[in-house]
């Protein structure tokens, strides 16, 4: 449980710069990338074999790519949280918090264009919405 609490700590820093500035504290992120080797190393995440290690990347590199295919429309920043995140959780939890982040934030920008309250070009961050997911994938 301590695991998932320092995870949700780190990722609610991130929300909240994501939040206020536009920018994911990629200090933060990295501490956070080292502390899940670390604990990987020790064992404190389960046995996990580094082809399983190698796969909770996964969602991250994914992200990193789309970074790259729209020109930043998707930071970086998001991608290196997914990375720490899948390191903490593992492939499968990841892309569930992904999952229901993007949701989230899907229904949110949908009754925000409806009530024409947004633009189609309004940058929304997505910290915000990943942290939601952890809260909601934890509770399960």
Do not use: H
């Not at 990338?33 to 995440?45: E, K, N, P, T, V």
């Not at 590199?61 to 903490?88: C, I, N, P, Q």
């Amino acid at each position: 449980m301590w695991i998932e609490i320092l995870l949700f700590l780190l990722l609610a820093v991130c929300a909240l710069f994501d939040g206020i500035r536009k920018e994911i504290p990629l200090a933060v992120v990295w501490i956070g990338i080292m502390a899940a080797l670390l604990l990987q190393i020790r064992g404190d995440l389960g046995e996990n074999t580094w082809q399983a290690v190698l796969a909770s990347t996964l969602p991250g590199a994914a992200f990193w790519g789309l970074s790259l295919l729209t020109r930043e429309k998707v930071g970086y920043g998001d991608g290196w949280m997914l990375l720490m995140t899948g390191l903490f959780t593992g492939l499968g939890r990841c892309f569930m918090i992904l999952l229901v982040g993007l949701m989230l934030e899907s229904a949110l920008i949908l009754v925000l264009l409806a009530a024409r309250k947004i633009t189609t070009d309004k940058a929304v961050p997505f910290a915000p919405f990943l942290l939601l997911g952890m809260g909601v994938v934890v509770w399960l």
